[in-house]
């Protein structure tokens, strides 16, 4: 939070056809200025929203498009029922390879089915969460019902594969048991690249091509780029178990998986679980080289420190069992701390704003009372009860970046789930935090962090003196390159 009496906002706009887009935003303010320089998001609260469009309003629902979305949850339903009965009653190895083909695809729905109710949320609170995103990704974005009609197919596709090959196991049929995971696979994959016109085939290509500048993050960082790749830090797990069940489905056979080729001991598993940090490594990299946010560094740091945590848990499968307990081990267990204890300090400090640790540094005490903003979005008890339950739940997350942990499947699979729903917490205030920087930028675009138990129309136009944290420069200045 800034305070200041005159702000002078230069911005300088490069000319083009179809566009004009900000190249650099430069704020001067007076000295004296107190402020945290943000590492949060770094270049991508720099502001490519220039033209904010409000959405078009929702589109009524028709009586056949409800029965189609309830019928279609009451698939789910059913399915979801019979595949809990069906895996009481096949044989034990057919079980395990249920868990290693169909386990890791359960958390993506997940996230899906997540990202859903967040956008219903918004939607029915009139939080404009677009703005965070450029004006040209904030086309591609989809309402609550279209969102909600491809979280329940892409759940009916997994499921109904599910049940088919735990049906064909239990009247041991293995033959067409072996063609329902690499038809499942190869499905999915269609369905996300499919070029025709078909469930939303805009947004489908949209999400295709932010995945492939995620995988390949050698180019500018735009908000969609660090969102999604945020998000798939907490779904590291499944990606490494998606990688092992291609890798055994390319090397087959399919229901004797060899596991020397694609098991806990090979490097499949260390690989996938750090390529996830590894691209947000690179992403803070390369918007510290583009904007100069020094925190950059610092959040590059944080998302190094799972490297020494999945590198020590696969060591177990690479010494004897006195060299694990005895160095190994707790090298693991500090290592895991560490990150657990930073990514938390991050979260609420960086991502959220909330002054906790900084608070209990200035009064030299280990307990604290946080400062919140002036005026939240959520009543205070929520935040309260986010940091809690963020903290507990950043522990079980070092269960995830440990592959000598994931022997018992439905423990696993519980600790995953858990990590969805602490992404899914996190969401709501950095969606906040960052609506409330362009909303002190941009005063024009109206109210955008409506204050709790208020209404958005019932708010005036705020006339905000009051900076977006960002990197400070000499002489009490802030630079922020827009490069989007």
Not at 43 to 59: E, I, K, Q, S, Y
Not at 443 to 470: C, F, M, N, R, T
Request: aromatic share 12%.
């Amino acid at each position: 939070m800034f305070r200041t009496a005159d702000v002078e906002v230069l911005t300088r706009k490069e000319s083009s056809t179809a566009s004009i887009s900000p190249r650099a935003v430069r704020v001067r303010a007076r000295a004296g200025a107190e402020g945290m320089a943000d590492g949060s998001s770094g270049g991508h609260a720099a502001l490519d929203r220039t033209n904010v469009t409000p959405r078009p309003p929702l589109p009524r629902h028709h009586l056949a498009q409800r029965l189609r979305s309830g019928l279609l949850l009451l698939l789910n339903l059913g399915l979801l029922f019979v595949l809990v009965n069906l895996l009481w009653v096949v044989p034990v190895g057919s079980q395990d390879l249920f868990g290693l083909y169909y386990a890791p695809l359960f958390p993506l729905v997940i996230m899906l089915w997540f990202w859903t109710a967040f956008v219903a949320y918004c939607e029915r609170r009139h939080v404009r969460y677009e703005v965070c995103f450029s004006s040209e990704d904030q086309k591609y974005l989809m309402h609550s019902d279209k969102l909600f009609l491809v979280s329940n197919v892409l759940t009916a596709i997994v499921l109904g594969s599910g049940v088919a090959f735990l049906f064909h196991s239990s009247v041991n049929n293995p033959y067409l048991a072996s063609y329902q995971p690499p038809i499942l696979y190869l499905g999915l994959l269609a369905f996300v690249l499919n070029p025709t016109n078909v469930l939303f085939k805009e947004t489908r290509l949209f999400f295709s091509s932010t995945a492939w500048r995620v995988f390949t993050p050698l180019r500018t960082v735009t908000w969609a780029d660090f969102l999604l790749a945020d998000v798939l830090t907490s779904l590291a797990k499944p990606l490494s178990d998606t990688e092992r069940a291609v890798c055994h489905l390319m090397t087959g056979p399919v229901m004797s998986p060899i596991e020397e080729r694609c098991g806990s001991a090979s490097l499949v598993i260390p690989v996938g679980l750090a390529l996830p940090y590894l691209w947000r490594f690179v992403q803070c990299i390369r918007v510290y080289l583009d904007t100069g946010a020094r925190p950059q560094i610092w959040n590059a740091v944080k998302y190094s420190t799972a490297f020494p945590v999945i590198i020590l848990s696969s060591m177990q499968y690479h010494v004897d069992r006195d060299q694990w307990h005895g160095f190994y081990r707790p090298l693991w267990l500090a290592a895991a701390l560490l990150n657990s204890c930073y990514s938390y300090f991050w979260d609420v400090e960086r991502d959220w704003e909330i002054q906790l640790f900084s608070v209990a540094a200035k009064q030299r005490s280990l307990v604290a009372t946080p400062v919140f903003q002036s005026q939240l979005l959520y009543p205070k008890p929520f935040y309260l009860y986010l940091m809690s339950s963020n903290f507990l739940l950043r522990l079980a997350w070092t269960h995830k970046l440990s592959p000598h942990l994931r022997k018992n499947q439905l423990m696993a699979l519980t600790f995953v789930v858990l990590e969805c729903f602490r992404r899914f917490q996190w969401l709501f205030v950095r969606i906040e935090v960052e609506l409330r920087k362009i909303q002190a930028y941009r005063p024009e675009v109206g109210i955008l962090v409506p204050p709790a138990g208020h209404k958005q129309q019932q708010l005036h136009h705020p006339h905000s003196d009051e900076l977006a944290p960002g990197e400070w420069g000499p002489a009490g200045e802030i630079q922020l390159e827009d490069r989007l």
